[in-house]
């Protein structure tokens, strides 16, 4: 079977060097080994996700010369596939709702630093502080009947348990010079969101869903989200999900170092296009060719 490449952008902005940079690598993987490129639109966030943005990532992979598989898998069109994957975790008893807003959440964790700092995920966020783990049955269903929104979270200690000694094929590298068979730790992510009351999904999970439903077998996609794999890796078998190698990228920065973002212009696809910029130029500005 050919391997199964997939460029998955959000269409909450427009794309930039570091989106042209990791189309670019899996265009040239799938042509290297003959493998199959597919193109998925990650527009769960109907809040940030815009169809402009959308038209605009065909016009701009089209403008670098990638060819990709159609058709185009939208994820906002899937919840019943993301809602069965999170019924399954759910019967595994590992999901819990927790009703704190963003706010009650901010000062639970200020709470908790007056004794010492509170342990932070690997993008620098505060794990969950709250207990809603330890609400009965009643208390839950409570509180939904009154309306009141929750996140639905994944019960991190339990779901380890039943996962001990988890790793991934990392071909490509990760932030610290990690490569080979990588140890997956997603305990430092705590309890993480699986869906809200509104939304019946979130990155972790629909992207797990979408690899394996897709058959994508080698996951090439930037050095950010190098630790959010030990999520995926654990998510992946507590469903009995295959495994994919995964190949991260480093991280086109700007001249100041930093990392880019959707709302810097002048490394926009769009505004190099405008600019006169030609797709092979692109090519070299990212160190490719
Ligand atoms: N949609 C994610 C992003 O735009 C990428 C997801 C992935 O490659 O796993 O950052």
Same mark, same amino acid.
């Given at each position: 079977?050919?391997?199964? #490449? ?11 060097? @570091? ?21 998925? !639109? ?42 069965? *994957? ?5 019967? &595994?008893?590992?999901?819990?709702? *927790? #009703? ?24 620098? *966020? ?27 979270? &994944? ?38 969101? &699986? ?38 890796? &654990?998510?992946?078998?507590?469903? @009995? ?15 100041? @170092? ?18 006169? !910029? ?12």
């Amino acid at each position: 079977m050919p391997p199964v #490449f997939r460029f998955a952008p959000s269409p909450n902005g427009f794309l930039h060097l @570091g989106h042209a940079y990791s189309a670019l690598l899996n265009f040239d993987r799938a042509r290297e080994t003959g493998g199959r490129l597919l193109l998925r !639109i990650e527009d769960i966030d109907a809040t940030r996700c815009r169809p402009e943005y959308e038209t605009a990532i065909y016009e701009d992979l089209a403008w670098l010369g990638i060819a990709w598989e159609r058709p185009v898998r939208r994820q906002s069109e899937h919840p019943a596939d993301y809602r069965a *994957a999170l019924e399954k975790l759910s019967a &595994l008893g590992l999901v819990y709702p *927790a #009703f704190e807003s963003r706010a009650e959440i901010a000062k639970l964790v200020a709470a908790r630093e007056a004794d010492g700092p509170w342990p932070r995920d690997p993008d620098g *966020a505060p794990l969950y502080p709250g207990d809603a783990k330890s609400l009965s049955a009643d208390e839950r269903s409570q509180l939904i009947a009154s309306g009141a929104p929750y996140a639905l979270r &994944l019960d991190m200690a339990a779901a380890c348990r039943g996962a001990a000694g988890l790793s991934w094929n990392e071909l490509g590298e990760g932030p610290d010079g990690e490569r080979g068979s990588v140890p997956a730790r997603p305990e430092v992510w705590g309890d993480v969101i &699986l869906a809200r009351k509104e939304t019946p999904t979130s990155y972790h999970l629909s992207v797990i869903v979408d690899d394996a439903l897709q058959g994508v077998s080698e996951i090439v996609r930037g050095q950010d989200l190098f630790h959010a794999t030990s999520v995926h890796r &654990l998510l992946q078998v507590l469903l @009995g999900l295959p495994e994919p190698t995964y190949r991260h990228h480093r991280l086109i920065r700007d001249e100041a @170092g930093r990392k880019l973002s959707k709302s810097s212009r002048s490394t926009g696809l769009r505004a190099l296009r405008a600019a006169g !910029i030609a797709p092979a130029r692109v090519r070299q500005l990212v160190g490719l060719d």
